[in-house]
């Protein structure tokens, strides 16, 4: 019994999500409500605001700039949290040994 | 790895990998790519190398120096943050006093040499290699 | 017929749903810490894909104009959730090699990363 119900859970699951899947709007319909007036200031004033052709990385550098710069944060975060559980007694395991 | 047939191709190969990072990173204002996958490229030239010729020799390229320079990496991220809010600062009262205007059929003089992409691409490489190498000197 | 195409036009929000209930049955049915790891990863790629299709549109070229300003004609990609799928990928890069550092210290303190081998042992 517990074999199939697991299974079963998931399936409902899957259908829940396909019928809410069919109440959004199509993709690629330059209608659709993401494509908001942000999209557009940003592909008409690229050039103007930043010279920058590619409007990923104008995004990426000034429209969004501290968005980047905590990501920076993020990324010595895991740096630092990896190595100061991997090694972070290092010392002390030594000293122990000793 | 002992194989004279890898580490001959992987010693050719190396620096046009290099080379292509440098590129995309140079030219991430103008073309397809960007910083992200340029420092992608650089990060993964150097685990490529580590893979090959072991952890001893990419360690003389790479000096592994994090654990010991933890304020100075901090620092230099802090460096990084104002440089990123001083250029990306109020870009609309930049646009009134008509710092960026350009006519319709003007050439764009599109910026090389840009700090924030250099360091963001130095930020991705960085964690690329030394996250591989703390995991790898674990084996040992 | 009217059924079929409205599938097709939603294939992407389809694939995407569909990745997401694999990976949240690999987090919670699989006792191997790492293909926990690895269900986590397939989750996150569900997400990407699914908001890099909110951004589409159809016949649209790639958000990177000349080098010569010229008047916007073309219909050019919503350039927004690229960036942002960008800032996404690194975050879940952290999250997986902070995730693998904790499974190496679960390794060397129990000898195992069968979760339920982890709890027997803890139980008693």
Redesign the interface.
Known sequence: MKKFF??LV?LG??GI??IS??E?P?????E?P??NE??DY???N??DDTKT????T???KYY?GI??LL?AG??F??IV??IS??RGNEKKRSIKEE | MDDLIVKTIIRIVTPFIYLYGTYIILNAS???G?S?AGGAIMGSAIVLYTIVFGLAKAEKKVPDRLGKLKREVLLCFILMAFVVVFMGYDVLQLREAGAYQ???????Q?EMLSLVNMGIAFK?AV?LIS?FH??IK?DH | MEFLE?IM??????GA??L??IG??TVL?HPNLLKKVIGLNIMETAVFLFMV????????N???????????TA??V??????MI??GI??A???T??A???I??IYEVYGTVELDEILEMRGE
């Open positions: 697991i299974p998931f699951l899957l999500m396909f899947v069919m959004l199509a993709i690629g319909d330059p659709n993401s494509q942000v999209a940003y592909i008409e690229a050039i052709p590619n409007t990923v104008a995004v990426l969004r968005d980047t990501e993020v990324l975060t895991s949290a990896v559980v991997l | 103008a073309s397809p960007g992200f350009i006519a319709y059929g003007e050439k764009v599109v991705v964690t996250l703390v995991f674990e | 409205i036009d939603r294939i992407n929000y389809f749903a569909t997401l209930v949240l049955y049915t299709s909110v951004g589409y549109v159809a016949e649209g790639a958000p990177i104009l000349g080098t010569v300003k010229e008047p916007i219909s050019y919503n350039p927004l959730p690229t960036a960008l800032t690194v975050v890069v952290s999250i090699a902070y693998l550092s904790l190496i210290k």
